[in-house]
């Protein structure tokens, strides 16, 4: 990082360290891939625990996975070390990471439901905290390690296009190594797979962490708020409320769009999944890096805004347009969806830099963790949307057909998988479009207040160095 000068200019990072940052997102998402795409198949057709076994797991852990986040974040942002607030928790958590990822495919095979039960939810509730506490970490590191949008737009680049990198790793790796039909049922290649990658994600971790460095003024000048406090400085930050708002959006739409990806590939164009995937995945790659682009010229949340139109106006016209338009709908859409993947956690790292104005210390780790607090749920919305609208439409399941793939589905349904995949997470981005519109940090305010932040840097640095803590 660059020295600060005498008059207060952000911090600006070299390529290599934006580089080195983005390895802690492929590292992440590479095991948070695996793990989304394989537990679902792992316990249920592999292992034959029941339907019902795992629907209780799974909702212990939505509320373990949603409780977690705050209670983590405000952990991290009372933390005082000789290492930093954020650091250690990644490096150290990370080994663990990698034992409890492995944890979860060594479950005794024939067990008994009760015995896997217990074995697949305490191993995914290990696996989820360590998982938090690393994930909520590295985001919360954003906004404090610069002041510059245009840097923090740099990093969350690099953190996407490795992020997205690792999460294709996630779908192909499992389906390599995993047993399928007229192969012998060994579950050993797919485990020791799964100690592999376990173990390169870990290492990539902590490989960021030993080249990315805190910024001790905010460790060692900056005083812990009490939990009630810093709660309340959360959820008492307008610009905080509106983004969560809008974020909720773009999860409920991420989750319906990623779960009904095999529906509209099986049913409604009949192709394989992997076609539709490219048609989503490289535009968002492309889009990825423009975002710098549009921020210069619109700033940070103009861009999201355009970005979610984009996307939003494309997932609405698949519902309704000839199948032959379908795929480059999902295109268009998947170069909007950019804007989310890019520059979501800068709009919040915009709001750490006011909530300092407003508390006179960084409370990043509060507001990340808070809103993961009340966006999850939006994943649990779009898990029972799906099944509601298909069973409305008149969706014929494989049990209903005894056993096999129904391909001819009535007209309905296949609105209904258009209704679910395009129309209601179009509308969901348009409404979050709509929703920042009240965001209230653009223009002369933004800069003031990002003047006001770095005169309070400058002076946390100088106390930090004239030792005047």
Same mark, same amino acid.
């Given at each position: 990082?660059?020295?600060?000068s005498?008059v207060?200019?952000?911090?600006r990072l070299s390529?290599s ?5 983005g390895?802690?997102?492929?590292g992440?998402s590479? &095991?948070?891939g ?26 212990i852990y939505?509320i373990?996975?949603a409780l ?27 080994p ?13 095979r024939?067990? #008994?439901?009760?015995v896997?039960?217990?074995w697949?939810?305490? +191993?995914?509730?290990l696996?989820?905290t ?11 590191l954003?906004?404090?390690v610069?002041? %510059?949008?245009?840097?923090?737009n ?7 296009l490795?992020g997205?990198? !690792?999460f294709l790793?996630?779908?192909l790796?499992?389906? @390599? ?7 012998t049922?060994?579950f050993?290649?797919?485990? #020791? ?7 390169i994600a ?14 001790p003024?905010f460790?060692?000048?900056d005083?812990?708020?009490?939990? !009630?406090?810093?709660l309340r400085?959360?959820?008492? +930050?307008?610009?905080?409320?509106i =983004?969560?708002?809008q974020?909720f ?8 769009v990623?779960g009904?990806?095999f ?12 076609i539709?995937l ?13 975002? +710098? ?7 940070v ?5 355009l970005l979610?139109? &984009?996307?939003?106006?494309? =997932?609405?016209l698949?519902?309704f347009?000839?199948?032959?338009l379908?795929?480059?709908?999902l295109?268009?859409?998947?170069? !909007? ?9 800068v709009l @919040?790292?915009q709001?750490a830099?006011?909530d300092?104005?407003?508390s006179?210390v960084?409370?990043?780790g ?17 898990l ?5 609208i ?8 494989r049990?209903?057909n005894?056993g096999?793939i ?5 007209? %309905? ?7 679910? &995949?395009g129309l ?10 709509a ?8 223009g002369?305010?933004?800069?003031r ?12 640095h100088?106390?930090?160095?004239a !030792?005047?803590?």
């Open positions: 990082m660059s020295a600060t005498t207060p200019t952000p911090v390529v360290y934006k580089l080195i940052w390895v802690a997102s492929l992440t590479l &095991i948070s695996t793990f989304a795409a394989l537990l679902p198949i792992f316990y249920q057709d592999y292992l034959g625990l029941s339907a019902r076994w795992i629907a209780i797991a799974s909702v939505a373990w996975n977690n986040d705050p209670l983590f974040g405000y952990i991290t942002d009372s933390t005082r070390s000789r290492w930093g607030r954020r650091i250690p928790y990644m490096r150290f958590t990370a663990f990471l990698a034992f409890t990822f492995i944890l979860v495919w060594f479950a005794p024939g067990a #008994g439901d009760p896997l039960f217990g697949m939810l305490g +191993s995914m509730l696996y989820d360590c998982y938090t506490i690393i994930g909520l970490t590295y985001s919360a954003l906004p404090e610069t002041e %510059s949008d245009a840097e923090r740099g990093l969350q680049i690099s953190s996407s490795f997205l990198f !690792g790793l996630g779908f790796i499992p389906d @390599f190594f995993r047993p399928k039909a007229g192969m049922p060994s050993a290649p797919l485990q #020791g797979a799964m100690i592999v990658v376990a173990l870990a290492g990539l971790i902590i490989a960021t962490t030993l080249k990315v460095k805190e910024r003024e460790s060692r000048v005083k812990p708020l009490p939990l !009630g406090r810093a400085f959360t959820f008492t +930050s307008r610009a905080f409320l =983004l969560v708002a974020n959006m773009s999860i409920l739409m991420n989750s319906l990623v009904g990806l529906y509209l590939a099986d049913y409604v164009l009949k192709v394989n999944t992997m539709p490219i048609c989503l995945f490289i535009p968002l790659v492309i889009g990825v890096p423009l975002t +710098s682009r549009l921020r210069a010229r619109f700033g949340a103009g861009s999201q805004q979610l139109l &984009i996307a939003g106006a494309a =997932l609405t698949l519902a347009v000839p199948n032959a379908i795929l480059p709908c295109a268009v859409a998947g170069f !909007g969806l950019a804007g989310p993947q890019t520059l979501t956690n @919040f790292a709001v830099d006011e300092e104005v407003r006179g960084r409370l990043e509060a507001f990340f963790g808070v809103n993961a607090l009340l966006t999850k749920p939006a994943q649990s919305v779009a029972a949307l799906m099944p509601f298909l069973e409305a439409t008149g969706f014929v399941t049990e209903a005894a096999q129904f391909l001819n589905q009535p007209a %309905s349904a296949l609105f209904g998988i258009k209704v679910a &995949i209601i997470p179009g509308l969901a981005l348009l409404l979050g479009a929703i920042l519109r009240f965001y209230p940090l653009r002369e305010y933004l800069a207040m990002q003047g006001q932040v770095l005169e309070m840097h400058a002076e946390k100088a106390r930090l160095g !030792g005047s803590l």
